[in-house]
């Protein structure tokens, strides 16, 4: 497929870089915009030194109508991939107006912009936090939506708008993605997840002991309905995640038409599991603690794979090694803790 002229909205953050790098390797001519209110500067430069050549970024929000016109007027985008958003589900529950404001003002500010320069075509970034606890384990793409906080809320809210956007014409082409656990790294050990606090994520926080930043990982709970009590999540590599992508751009260009799909590998893994696949993978004494359930967890999240397998061709190539793998290269690196 030619390559095209894409925005990527957060793609200095963690799943954004690696699909800034995804889509060049694809072929397509990127440029990021972000406000890097979670993502460091240096970000843009590492970027630049794994693919040999400049990276154009825009600092601004994507609340930032004028911002975002200027943008467009310059940049002559075919399609937006959009990440810009607050993730942090405890943060939302304290300041919900923010993750409205964020979540929900920035993809209005886009969509009226894109609109006016007659750029349809957007992949969106959803979450599996829309099915709250599902019912169906694997889950389906057809589960109902459930809102378990604002954040969740927000995403839930961004796939109704971009439904009834699609409904009134069909010009546009979106790709809703719900994504199930990123985790790992790039292989280049240059862009990786990097929280600037105390992680609340399994895996940055179990980077972080192997590290020895902290001392114990804390498992929530170990009483849930799953094979050994913890936990269990659809882990996927962020490597294949960011694949996901550009298969889904490719689509939107192809059919001219939108789809929903989970991004998952099918398979899920207990909180007990990382921790031992990420000690063999580290080699670091990975000392835990059972404490109380964390208020507001899911038992299980594991996705039914097979919808975005028939409609993308995407299938997940990484094992829960090498995502294990790639976070301790990464974390343990020299290019972590980047200064800006
Ligand atoms: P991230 O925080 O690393 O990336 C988000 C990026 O958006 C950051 O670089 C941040 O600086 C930028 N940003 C935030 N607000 C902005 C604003 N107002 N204007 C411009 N830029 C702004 O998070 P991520 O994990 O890479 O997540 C990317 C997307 O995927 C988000 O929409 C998130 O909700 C969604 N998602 C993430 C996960 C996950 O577990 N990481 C799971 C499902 C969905
Ligand atoms: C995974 C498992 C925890 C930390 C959250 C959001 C979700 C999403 C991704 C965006 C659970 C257990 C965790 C720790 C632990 N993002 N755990 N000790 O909860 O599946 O999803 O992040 O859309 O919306 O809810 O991910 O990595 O926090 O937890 O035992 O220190 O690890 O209980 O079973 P989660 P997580």
Redesign the pocket.
């Known amino acids: 497929m030619a390559g095209r002229r894409i925005l990527l909205t957060g793609g200095a953050g963690y799943i954004g870089s690696h699909t800034f790098l995804a889509l060049a390797e694809a072929g397509h001519d990127v440029v990021i915009l972000d406000n890097f209110v979670n993502a460091r500067r240096s970000v843009v430069d590492r970027l630049a030194q794994i693919v040999g050549r400049p990276v154009e970024a825009i600092d601004a929000d994507v609340r930032d109508a004028e911002a975002l016109e200027a943008a467009f007027r310059k940049g002559g985008f075919e399609a937006v991939v959009h990440f810009a958003a607050l ?1 942090a ?1 405890s943060e939302s529950v304290e300041k919900p107006l923010d993750y409205f404001d964020v979540n929900i003002g920035g993809l209005m500010t886009l969509l009226r912009v894109m609109e006016a320069h007659d750029c349809r075509r957007l992949v969106f970034s959803s ?3 829309v099915y709250g606890v599902p019912d169906e384990t694997p889950t389906p793409e057809t589960a109902d939506f459930r809102a378990m906080n604002p ?2 809320h927000t ?1 839930i809210m961004g796939e109704q708008i971009l439904n009834w956007l699609s409904a009134s014409d069909p010009r546009w082409a979106i790709g809703a993605l719900r ?1 199930f ?1 990123p985790a790992g790294a790039h292989g280049s050990a240059m862009i990786g997840e990097d929280p600037r606090d105390i992680p ?4 940055p ?1 179990i980077a972080k002991v192997a590290t020895g930043e902290l001392s114990r ?5 170990n009483d849930y309905d799953t094979p050994d009590g ?4 659809d882990y996927i590599h962020v490597e294949d995640l960011a694949r996901g992508h550009a298969l889904s751009l490719d689509k939107l260009f192809e059919s001219g038409e939108g789809h929903l799909v989970n991004l998952g590998t099918g398979r899920g893994y207990s ?1 007990l599991e990382v921790i031992a696949a990420y000690k063999r993978a580290s080699n670091r004494d990975l000392p835990f603690d059972i404490v109380d359930r ?1 208020p507001g ?2 038992p299980i ?1 594991v996705a039914s794979a097979g919808k975005a397998a028939e409609v993308l061709g995407f299938r997940t190539e990484r094992t829960l090694d090498e995502m294990c793998a790639s976070s301790w290269a990464w974390i343990s690196g020299p290019h972590s803790e980047g200064t800006e």
Do not use: E, H, M
């Open positions: 993730k589900v979450s599996a936090t954040y969740g995403k994504y656990n609340n994520n399994l895996f926080f990982i804390r498992v929530f709970g913890t936990g269990v999540r909180v964390r967890d899911v999240y």
